[in-house]
Nanobody
Framework: DVQLQASGGGLVQAGGSLRLSCAAS????????IVWYRQYPGKEREGVSC????????YYADSVKGRFTVSSDNEKNTVYLRMNSLRPEDTAVYYC?????????????????????WGKGTQVTVSS
């Protein structure tokens, strides 16, 4: 099993930046795909970004392409989501999750039910 802890959320003005962190409780996160989701009030979680921690291949939802960057520091067992040019519509609770098949990032982005492990969320609020 792996436990995940997301952090780094906060309040930022539109156009600003935040970096979220997802710390894993065990080594070898390169055995997993690490996925970022976000959830608006009353809505289902949607996939934002995913990284195959084994080979570094990354995936993004269209709504964040060019603004968000996901990266992995396998020595620290941590995945980061750098969020630039933030917009009020990025306001949500952000979660990180792990899927056990690193090559299935595309599937994990489309279906939150496909991942195995979830961390608690971190609130991101972007003011206009």
């Amino acid at each position: 099993d792996v436990q995940l802890q997301a952090s780094g959320g906060g309040l930022v003005q539109a156009g600003g930046s935040l970096r979220l962190s997802c710390a894993a409780s065990r080594s070898h996160i390169d055995d997993y795909a690490i996925v970022w989701y976000r959830q608006y009030p009353g809505k289902e979680r949607e996939g934002v970004s995913c990284i195959d921690s084994g080979n570094g291949v990354t995936y993004y939802a269209d709504s964040v392409k060019g603004r968000f960057t996901v990266s992995s520091d396998n020595e620290k067992n941590t995945v980061y989501l750098r969020m630039n040019s933030l917009r009020p519509e990025d306001t949500a609770v952000y979660y990180c999750a792990a899927g056990t098949i690193p090559s299935r990032c595309g599937t994990y982005l489309r279906s939150r039910n496909a991942v195995t492990y979830w961390g608690k969320g971190t609130q991101v609020t972007v003011s206009s």
